[in-house]
């Protein structure tokens, strides 16, 4: 069974920084690429960024320049370091991976960026 838990969310002030991490279970973590998603109050939840297998990386526009995604295949843990956090940063941040058809979840840790 794939389990996937986040952490590390937390409250921010405006320009500050957080580091998320997922830690994978259930599954050859190395083999899968790994996605981190977010939903704001009253929003669809949204793509952030992505790492594949190999280390390639995507992000989308409104976190290019500030978010940076990376892996430990050894831990099976995905990072979100986040810098230069934005009031529209906050969101819960969910970790994701498609597996066997599937793509699984986690419960997601929350993100507050207020003065």
């Known amino acids: 069974q794939v389990h996937l838990v986040e952490r590390g969310g937390d409250l921010v002030q405006p320009g500050g920084s957080l580091r998320l991490a997922c830690v994978a279970s259930g599954l050859t973590f190395r083999r899968y690429a790994m996605s981190w998603y977010r939903q704001a109050p009253e929003k669809e939840r949204e793509y952030v960024a992505s790492i594949s297998a190999v280390g390639s990386t995507n992000y989308t526009d409104s976190v290019k320049g500030r978010f940076t995604i990376s892996r430990d295949n050894v831990r099976n843990t995905v990072y979100l370091q986040m810098n230069s956090l934005k009031p529209e940063d906050t969101a819960v941040y969910y970790c994701?991976?498609?597996?066997?058809?599937?793509?699984?979840w986690g419960r997601g840790t929350q993100v507050i960026v207020s003065s």
């Open positions: 994701k991976v498609s597996y066997a058809t599937r793509n699984y």
